[in-house]
């Protein structure tokens, strides 16, 4: 583990591994380095042909917190680790992590060179921006009284879990890791901004290079429309839709590959994912225990939670 200090003093934890330009992961709510997630997962697929951090998040597993939060302490965060890495990295963000290293881009100027987003999970449909709002404010009403077990609820219903399934929920050993860190759901709500909608005026200051991806087995379907969206308002982007893959799978590493490394690189990366996919899936969210699993909850474990034991 190394660390390194932050603008404001605040220490962030982070993993650095192979060789080669500089890559930073940035991970969506939830996730810690501790966790068997998508984002530790592409870690070492992708240490071959980068130097890969794998960081916490501020208020998360060995990083530190400084209140009061903002969103820019979270880019000098990330600014930190930029210049722990030599001045300039690669940002790769998973689901609200991608709106994270978005605005990181965006301000950072020269510092980030490329930008790879993986289902950041804006919509702009309505109904879900109303019921985001709603979030926001149940989510600080919560945090505010100190019920983190409540804030943990809201996330994984919003995400879809039946709200009868939560008692049990309770009762998994990896339940305490995700209460410790409620907090720092404040923080990805943060970065998504007051409605989540897709904001393609502020995608458009992206001047980078730009990879946006979804996935064709993603668990929500406006991820699609979300990914063109972002893609088209962005001057130096590309869209791509990674078939069989769902929300933070780590096969992501393969298109990543494709823009960031040369063409002689990704066969190498490519002959890796086939001789080892069952390792870079998104696995059983009561092993990973990362905001991907708990996603996947609705359309994979609700009917075995509500089956008797």
């Known amino acids: 583990m190394n ?24 991970g969506g709510a939830l996730e810690q380095r501790a966790m068997d997630s998508a984002t530790a997962q592409l870690a070492p697929l992708l240490a071959g042909h980068f130097t890969v951090l794998h960081y916490d998040r501020r208020g998360r597993g060995d990083s530190t917190d400084t209140p009061p939060y903002a969103v820019e302490r979270e880019i ?13 990295a690669f940002l790769f963000g998973i689901s609200s992590g991608a709106a994270l290293a978005m605005e990181a881009a965006i301000k950072l100027g020269d510092k980030v060179k490329k930008l790879a987003m993986d289902e950041a999970p804006y919509n702009d449909d309505e109904a879900a921006r109303q019921a985001w709002k709603a979030y926001r404010k149940q989510l600080a009403d919560v945090l505010a009284q100190g019920r983190r077990g409540d804030a943990l609820g809201l996330f994984m219903m919003l995400t879809g ?16 890791m995700w209460e410790a860190v409620a907090p720092t759901l404040a923080y990805d709500a943060a970065a998504m901004g007051e409605d989540a909608s897709v904001p393609t005026e ?11 991806m ?11 429309t979300t990914a063109l969206a972002l893609a088209r308002a962005m001057p130096h982007a590309q869209h791509r839709t990674l078939e069989g893959q769902s929300h933070e799978d780590a096969a992501s590493a393969l298109a990543v590959g494709g823009v960031l490394c040369s063409q002689r690189s990704l ?3 490519v002959n890796k994912r086939k001789r080892g996919s069952e390792d870079i899936s998104c696995n059983d969210w009561k092993r990973t225990g990362s ?8 359309s994979r474990r609700s009917r075995s939670l509500s089956e008797p034991d």
């Open 267 to 269: 066969k190498k990366l």
């Open 291 to 298: 905001s991907c699993s708990l996603t996947r909850w609705h």
């Open 214 to 224: 979804d996935g064709s087995a993603s668990e929500f379907s406006f991820m699609h």
């Open 3 to 26: 660390k390194v200090r932050s603008a404001d003093g605040t220490i962030i934890a982070f993993d650095q591994l192979g060789k080669g330009p500089a890559l930073i992961l940035v």
């Open 161 to 176: 879990m039946p709200a009868e399934h939560l008692d049990r929920v309770r009762q998994y050993p990896l339940w305490p």
């Open 202 to 212: 502020k995608a458009a200051s992206v001047t980078v290079p730009a990879l946006v």
């Open 76 to 88: 000098e965060d990330i600014e930190a680790l930029v210049n722990q890495a030599g001045g300039s």
